[in-house]
């Protein structure tokens, strides 16, 4: 036996490649060829029209973006901040005085309130402002409403330009600030209050020593996030007619036809949200309070007296009528026959035609159908990129590991109608991305927008599962001698189906409804749901519109629903 | 089919930081050898090479006479239980079990064959269809058994497979674990830190520090004789005290533990056979048990500082000179002494185990 030579175990190629510890380049280089074909190629030819005239690199268009002769620009960057930072502030006050009356308090309605409060996420953007101007606008239902019931010359107000902007932006972003805030309070141990009173503290002293400082950090992730997207907001400023905002300026440049004036604002657009977006990774790896404490208990504070639990109720009841007002109008309008509705407060005429049409009309389906083709199409994209993006991302070591992970959340920063700028910029010509093919004007282009916008969807989320999942596990698939392929599709995939799926869903409905980028690609061929809408609001047919709008959230809702369900909140980090 | 496993000098490295240290071993076929040490020893490392999730940085691992070294862990046939089990969470008990055999393309009916008898092995017969959140701790390990063993491996690697349960479990479920690899006869590698069960599992142990092996012998010979001072101490209870030899005729050896304070060992009793000369400074190990109350040989005085009674012994921590020493007495319904007490105490030769430094 002791004469016999060890024997080397013959192996193919493939076998050599797959534990060679270059093998994972081999894996993530398809990752990083996407992200430079469609992120970091167009946002280029983005810059490259910008700073290149018709005599070479120049300057120019920065210079008049800045120049005081034509302010436009800088006004509109003046707008858009300004917006962004008051709808910060409004936001923080409704998100975290919510928070803290849903975690602390005690009072009739409050498990009601507590599921109405997160209505505003099943809003997509444009339909959302669209009940909005239904409901407060000029011609909307309250004011009118007012004007009826104490018999008014004209509307005692209305909502409209900045002011409609801003009270939009608070209800449709204070959620951001209400669920890390109430993560936050949850997470917050009643015994430090405690401790620190008994300390001798009053209860101000809590306040600004305590509690504030522990949810800091909440607030400040919070902050930055609703910064951002307002700055890219742009259904908002469009429905209520507010043209000096960055996202408003790279519209109207377009369809101005001055494509690299419209490119030097995407330019700085897009560099204020990448700050913001660094920014937000950097400050949530720096600072993060954990709590000592194991076991904690909230209780809540019963309202003991008569008054402020009538007052509390009355208070709930209005909470609950302004969250569900949105969607109610919506309902209501969309039984409403077009072009009945002129001056009367609410429709007179009701059909159930609309919904009818939705199905069977072949005109009123088309969007429809444009929309769910075109979103699969996407969707399908983001789950191979998005699913092998998180597997390298979390089980992986590979050199580039943190500029992999900016390069994915970017198109998530990047407003939809920069993304949509680049996208133009990159593929008006066939180049090699393209597969030789002009991208504009086909159907490719708009799933391609979807799918660049919506690449963090998926990788978050499976990214999360993935997390959860001990790496034994898999270690333990391949000794039972299951090979890298065999132990991915039985165990890491099953095992991380409830994160895939949770954003996969997320990503079709968002793709359905997406707005921004579409009014600016789209070909009429194509014509997606969400520009549909648009269209048929400008046509005064308000009541297919609105169907439209009721079909959206219907599907929102279910898809939030579904998700909760199969991951029992655990992958809400999607969002 | 039993196998051997051989590590030939085997060296890991994580970037400068060593792993492992020059680990040479031979496990005999149907053996059953523990790593122990404390966590960071390198244990674990060792085995996840054994096992393929790591390659060594320098050396050779070869499974009876074949190279291994760098073979990926899904060819190598090994059996694998993992410290946390690491069960599919997503199958049941009987899919669990039948992975290995799916991967390996059995027919159904020799799968479920298969399962039915490992299932039954592990007296887990009524739980195919239960998934694994609906099992007990120590159901699951027996099921993470299961599904390692019932693919027939050449070599069966257990990881700490005790540390999740709880004392009376983990003693029930050491004798199990004792039971199938000693009728099934697999050579196996049981990696833990819990000394009690590598002592009465093992027919030998490496004890590992800093990942440099400090002895490798049978439970007898790393209790009875340990080679330093750490494997001393690490396994059961020692008197570490520091001497000197003052006196060495033929095998004799005396030592001075103190001012008018010595003992009489034996060069027999020493580690790795050392030859010891008169005016070198040594550590004498002697276990708790080995000392007795009364006089006999090697009779010493002390003071009694601290007195704890189990049932089975009194345990006495005793001031003698100016060293502290563990006693423990058997309880034979013997007078239990005070503290400040004084006390006579003697220790047998070869209750004296003279350690080089």
């Not at chain 1, 409050?110 to 505003?120: A, N």
């Not at chain 2, 092996?213 to 059961?236: C, D, K, L, M, R």
């Not at chain 2, 060293?323 to 005070?338: F, Q, S, Y």
């Not at chain 2, 003697?346 to 004296?352: D, F, N, S």
Request: aromatic content about 10%; some cysteine.
């Amino acid at each position: 036996m002791g004469a016999n030579q060890p024997t080397v175990v013959q192996e193919n190629w493939w076998a050599r490649l797959t534990r060679s510890k270059y093998f994972v380049y081999v894996l993530i280089s398809p990752l990083f060829l996407v992200l430079l074909a469609y992120v970091i190629y167009p946002f280029y030819q983005t810059f490259l029209q910008s700073v290149v005239g018709e005599e070479g690199a120049t300057l120019e268009n920065y210079q008049r973006f800045f120049g005081l002769t034509s302010t436009a620009n800088l006004e509109a960057l003046w707008t858009s901040v300004y917006i962004s930072v008051i709808s910060v502030i409004t936001c923080a006050i409704v998100g975290v005085t919510m928070a803290f009356l849903m975690e602390r308090y005690e009072f009739p309605g409050r498990k009601l309130l507590s599921v109405l409060i997160l209505v505003p996420m099943a809003l997509p953007p444009l339909v959302g402002v669209l009940s909005f101007t239904f409901l407060y606008g000029e011609s909307g239902i309250i004011p009118r409403a007012f004007q009826v019931l104490f018999d008014l010359e004209k509307v005692p107000f209305s909502l409209k330009g900045v002011m409609g902007v801003i009270v939009v932006h608070t209800f449709t972003m204070y959620t951001y600030f209400y669920l890390t805030a109430a993560a936050a309070i949850k997470g917050l141990d009643p015994s430090l209050e405690e401790a620190a009173t008994s300390l001798g503290s009053g209860r101000i002293r809590i306040w600004l020593k305590v509690i504030l400082p522990m949810l800091t950090p909440a607030l400040i992730a919070s902050s930055l996030l609703v910064f951002m997207i307002s700055m890219a907001s742009y259904t908002a400023p469009l429905m209520f007619g507010v043209e000096r905002t960055m996202t408003m300026q790279i519209y109207l440049s377009r369809t101005n036809g001055s494509l690299d004036m419209a490119a030097t604002q995407s330019t700085i657009l897009s560099i204020v949200s990448i700050s913001f977006l660094i920014l937000m990774r950097w400050y949530q790896g720096r600072r993060n309070y954990q709590n000592q404490s194991k076991g904690i208990s909230v209780h809540r504070t019963e309202l003991r007296s008569q008054f402020a639990k009538y007052m509390s109720m009355v208070l709930s009841f209005i909470g609950v009528i302004i969250l569900m007002l949105p969607i109610l109008v919506l309902v209501l309008i969309s039984f409403s026959v077009d072009g009945e509705w002129t001056v009367q407060v609410i429709p007179t005429a009701y059909t159930l035609q609309h919904y009818i049409d939705l199905f069977t009309d072949e005109r009123t389906w088309r969007p429809i159908w444009n929309s769910l083709q075109m979103s699969f199409v996407a969707t399908a994209g983001n789950i191979l990129f998005g699913v092998a993006a998180a597997y390298a991302m979390v089980r992986t070591k590979f050199k580039g590991k943190a500029l992999l992970d900016i390069l994915i959340m970017v198109p998530w920063a990047l407003p939809g109608t920069v993304v949509a700028v680049n996208l133009i910029a990159a593929f008006s010509e066939p180049n090699v991305f393209s597969f030789n093919q002009v991208l504009i004007g086909t159907f490719w282009i708009l799933p391609l927008a979807y799918f660049v916008r919506h690449l963090p969807l998926i990788f978050r989320s499976t990214s999360a599962a993935l997390m959860q999942m001990d790496e034994s596990v898999e270690e333990a698939a391949r000794s039972l001698g299951a090979n890298w392929w065999y132990s991915f599709r039985r165990v890491v995939v099953p095992m991380a189906f409830s994160g895939i799926l949770a954003g996969t869903l997320l990503a079709l409905v968002q793709g359905i409804g997406e707005f921004v980028a579409s009014i600016l690609i789209y070909s009429t061929s194509t014509m997606p749901l969400s520009v549909a809408i648009f269209q048929k609001m400008y046509a005064f047919q308000f009541g297919t519109a609105c169907a439209y709008g009721v079909l959206q959230i219907i599907l929102i809702i279910t898809v939030l629903f579904v998700s909760q369900k199969i991951t029992d909140g655990k992958a809400g980090s999607a969002i | 089919m039993l196998k051997s496993v051989r590590l030939d000098h085997v060296s890991k490295m994580f970037g400068t930081a060593i792993g492992v240290e020059n680990v040479d071993i031979d496990v005999k076929p149907g053996e059953f050898f523990t790593f122990l040490g404390p966590s960071g020893c390198g244990k674990t490392t060792t085995l996840r090479m054994i096992a393929g999730f790591y390659y060594p940085s320098k050396g050779k691992i070869l499974f009876d006479n074949k190279d291994v070294t760098t073979l990926q862990p899904n060819k190598r046939n090994i059996g694998m239980v993992f410290q946390n089990y690491a069960l599919f969470p997503h199958m049941t008990v009987f899919e669990n079990i039948a992975f290995g055999l799916e991967v390996r393309k059995m027919t159904k009916a020799v799968i479920k064959e298969k399962v039915e008898r490992a299932q039954k092995l592990v007296h887990l017969e009524k739980y195919g269809t239960r998934k694994i959140n609906e099992l007990s701790g120590g159901q699951q390990q027996r099921v993470a058994l299961a599904r390692a063993l019932v693919i027939e491996p050449d070599i069966l690697l257990l990881d700490e497979p005790l540390s999740n349960l709880d004392a009376k479990l983990r003693e029930e479920t050491r004798l199990e674990i004792k039971r199938l690899q000693v009728e099934l006869g697999v050579t196996t590698i049981y990696v833990t830190h819990d000394q009690t069960e590598a002592m009465t599992m093992s027919d030998r142990i490496m004890v590992m520090k800093e990942g440099v092996v400090q002895q490798i012998g049978s439970p007898q010979e790393i209790y009875n004789q340990p080679t330093n001072h750490f494997v001393a101490s690490f396994i059961g209870e020692s008197n570490i005290l520091e001497a000197e030899v003052v006196e060495v005729k033929a095998d004799a050896v005396k030592v001075k533990l103190d001012e008018d304070i010595f003992v009489q060992g034996s060069m027999s009793q020493s580690a790795n056979g050392k030859k010891l000369a008169v005016g070198e400074s040594i550590k004498v190990s002697i276990r708790p048990e080995a000392v007795f109350e009364g006089s006999g040989p090697n009779q010493v005085t002390g003071t009694i500082q601290f007195v704890e009674f189990t049932g089975v012994s009194i345990n006495y921590v005793v001031k003698v000179g100016s060293n502290i020493m563990k006693v423990m007495i058997i309880n034979k319904g013997n007078e239990i002494l005070k503290r400040g007490d004084s006390i006579t105490l003697h220790v047998p030769e070869k209750g004296i185990y003279l350690i080089g430094e």
